[in-house]
């Protein structure tokens, strides 16, 4: 079963020169497909749910391979949900989480679910099925395997995100904003043979579109100046949780340095990525910073245009930004586009600014 020493070599040395956590994922399926030709492969990510949910843990079926085909989904559910809709999730996976490692042999075959961790903290899931139960060699190259991945990953983490908040830091973000830039152009240059990307453009309908907010923290210095810059920290800190708490799970959480953060929103329609802003300043707003007291936001947001670059994105909701400011802080504005913008940018329009 297991491939010759130089394969799994050139597997290792392609999956730790990634630096794209989806890619990576991907990349470690793959491999680990190649390398045990297991019938049936699952990944699943998996992270601690907003505050505002009852529920501890969210996980998102992502990538699902079997009979070398490959289908992947995006929809983040519930833990509990999800183990009360498929039961055969479970047990497996809960023990999977208290022990790092769950396996049975049963009648429909073997399956092991091995979890993953990054910083410590557990990421993902592996659900591999097989006819028959790995050797211990077998098991021996598969956790190799995973402990390789567990330590690029725990890499990129210290390399993608700041030290004081646990958000993407300022470098992640021009990588995030491609991304996010491809799958727009994506939803919107559809490949109808695509069963995935048909099954994407009926969960987004044509005004959902991606947002980028520029917040800033009013009269941060102040704070600094009355109370230290520990207390100042702190404020960093819970602001930086609040977002967590507040934003969906598919949204990009950035600080772009100082007391100023980024959000990547989306795709969503113009109402709900307002919505989502202006219900998030309200939250920060009505919070009690320990010592500190109430602190407000300012924010401005825009909506990004096809073929954009991100310092054109970065500049329009700045500008938003300093009009929040202008106008008494403590709010949101929209950067307005005019409809020429929106035409010239269309992927329908003729004239298509390329830079
Ligand atoms: N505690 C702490 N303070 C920081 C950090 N980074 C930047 N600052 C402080 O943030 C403050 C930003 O102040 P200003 O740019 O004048 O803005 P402001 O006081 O928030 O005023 P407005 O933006 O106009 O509402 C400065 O005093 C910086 O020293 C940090 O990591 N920790």
């Known amino acids: 079963m297991l491939q010759a020493p130089t394969t799994m070599l050139n597997a290792l040395a392609a ?48 990538i699902h391979l079997q009979d070398g085909q490959m289908s992947q989904s995006w929809h983040w559910h519930d833990h509990e949900i999800l183990s009360n809709l498929s039961p055969e999730l479970d047990p497996l996976i809960t023990q999977a989480l208290s022990s790092s490692e769950a396996s049975v042999l049963s009648a429909d075959g073997y399956r092991v679910v091995r979890c993953l961790y990054s910083a410590n903290q557990p990421q993902l899931l592996i659900d591999c099925r097989n006819t028959t139960t790995l050797s211990a060699k077998d098991l021996h190259v598969l956790h190799g395997m995973t402990r390789i ?5 725990t890499l990129l983490d210290y390399g993608q995100t700041d030290s004081l908040t646990g958000l993407l830091n300022r470098k992640t973000l021009e990588q995030q904003f491609f991304k996010v830039m491809a799958h727009q152009k994506n939803l919107n240059n559809l490949d109808l043979s695509s069963a995935d990307i048909e ?43 609040l977002m967590k708490a507040s934003f969906r799970s598919e949204d990009h959480l950035f600080r772009f340095g100082g007391e100023e953060f980024v959000i990547m929103i989306g795709p969503q329609s113009e109402y709900s990525a307002l919505q989502a802003v202006e219900r ?20 401005g947001i825009t909506q990004l245009l096809d073929f954009e670059i991100l310092s054109t994105v970065l500049g329009r909701a700045d500008e938003a930004l300093y009009q929040a400011k202008d106008q008494g802080r403590n709010r949101v504005v929209s950067a307005a586009i005019d409809a020429s913008s929106i035409k010239a940018h269309s992927p329908n329009n003729g004239s298509i600014e390329l830079f």
């Open 199 to 241: 099954c994407e453009r009926r969960s987004h309908p044509d005004n959902e579109v991606y947002f980028l907010a520029v917040m800033d923290i009013d009269h941060f210095k102040r704070i600094n100046d009355q109370f230290g810059h520990i207390y100042g920290d702190e404020v960093l800190l819970l602001i930086a949780q």
């Open 280 to 299: 998030f300043r309200e939250r920060v707003a009505q919070f009690d910073f320990p010592q500190v007291g109430q602190v407000t936001i300012s924010i």
């Open 15 to 62: 999956l730790t020169s990634l630096h794209d956590r989806d890619a990576l994922s991907l990349s470690l399926c793959i491999t680990l497909q190649e390398i045990f030709d297991f019938t049936q492969l699952d990944l699943y990510h998996y992270r601690a749910a907003p505050l505002q949910t009852d529920c501890a843990w969210q996980i998102k079926h992502t």
């Open 149 to 153: 991945y567990e330590n690029h990953s």
